[in-house]
């Protein structure tokens, strides 16, 4: 009888502290999950979000949470870099790759140009580091909204950059009217484009209008044949850096700006806040922007510096460090498969 006694108090002891242990987890979760339902009201507030009904701001609160769970996942790792919830937490991946980027991939090998200008560049004459924006050869930070026209942004970034270092004059050229206008091709507007089709429209349209001529809308509209008869700037040419090498890009980014093209739906990237991005991404390229310089980080890390056109709340100011010299020969997220730049 008391062996019976004993086992049924061990039994009423160990269901109870199970009851208390699952009672503690349950509030720690139900704290948690308000903690997080309080963080996503702030987030809303702080970047303007309003959702068209409770179905929908529970659906974008999961979203969020799981952002969340990823990014400070990351940041306690010990990396180079980190990660925030910035504008686009409450985005599926598939969303964010179809409003926020727009690269595509050119249609064959055979729009690859043969030319390289430097070609014949030591790499031992090359500056330890170049920062263009220091030149005054890069404008200020862009925002493509949510337009998926990175391809123009990238384009204009390093044209802008090549008519500076051509005329002495930095400017603000038009995204819009390679928008509106560039649609014969492989370019689409919002619906995607590259940047070497960008830059032969360029060539046969005679230049491009400045940005306060031919404001940016964000949206596809029809060509104001008027404003962008208004040439402010032209090329006169291409060419691309071999693909895969990280070598020829840094001689191209040494004399230029040059447009990149990544995968910026990585969440890496795509959550990017500050540091130098480094170690696992992805090479499904699909966003377009301009290395404007290459440096070497504090801790001997080397870096390239790219302007992004997500504003300027995005990374450091608008602009991201990416790591250089990987040992993947395709560049950190792809950024050594398709890089060009424009001739003047």
């Known amino acids: 009888m008391a062996t019976n006694r004993s086992s049924v108090f061990l039994l009423a002891t160990v269901l109870i502290a199970c009851a208390y242990a699952l009672g503690s987890l349950a509030a720690r979760d139900l704290t948690d999950n308000q903690a997080m339902v309080a963080r996503h009201e702030q987030w809303m507030a702080k970047y303007g979000r309003v959702y068209s009904d409770a179905a929908e701001k529970a659906w974008r609160f999961e979203v969020f949470k799981a952002n969340v769970d990823f990014i400070e996942s990351v940041n306690a790792g010990n990396h180079k870099f980190w990660l925030e ?22 249609a064959g090998k055979d729009r690859r140009t043969a030319a390289f200008r430097y070609a014949n560049v030591s790499l031992d004459d090359l500056p330890d580091s170049i920062d263009w924006r220091a030149k005054g050869a890069v ?10 026209c990175c391809w123009a942004f990238s384009t204009v970034a390093s044209m802008e950059g090549v008519v500076k270092l051509s005329t002495g004059k930095l400017i603000s050229l038009s995204e819009q009217e390679l928008v509106d206008c560039d649609v014969n091709g492989m370019d689409q507007g919002c619906d995607g484009g590259e940047m070497d089709d ?40 291409f060419e691309d850096v071999p693909a895969n090498d990280e070598a020829s890009l840094r001689k191209a980014v040494a004399n230029q700006p040059v447009s990149v093209a990544v995968d910026g739906g990585d969440s890496h990237f795509r959550f990017y806040k500050g540091g130098v991005l480094s170690g696992t991404c992805g090479t499904e390229l699909d966003h377009g922007i301009a290395a404007v310089g290459y440096g070497v980080a504090a801790d001997g890390t080397k870096y390239w510096l790219m302007k992004n056109s997500w504003g300027t709340s995005w990374g450091e ?7 250089r010299d990987v040992a993947d020969e395709e560049g950190l997220c792809g950024l050594a498969m398709q890089p060009s730049y424009p001739t003047a």
Not at 93 to 105: H, I, N, V, W
Not at 222 to 229: I, L, P
């Open 85 to 106: 919830a910035n504008q686009f937490a409450d985005l599926t991946d598939d969303e964010f790759r179809a409003t926020r980027t727009g690269y595509k991939l050119p």
């Open 139 to 148: 404008t200020p930070i862009k925002n493509q909204g949510e337009c998926g």
């Open 198 to 237: 960008a830059f032969q429209f360029i060539i046969d349209n005679g230049g491009l209008t400045t940005e306060s001529n031919y404001p940016y809308t964000a949206a596809d509209g029809t060509c104001n044949s008027g404003k962008a008869s208004n040439d402010a700037a032209s090329i006169n040419g």
């Open 317 to 323: 100011g608008g602009y991201i460090r990416m790591e």
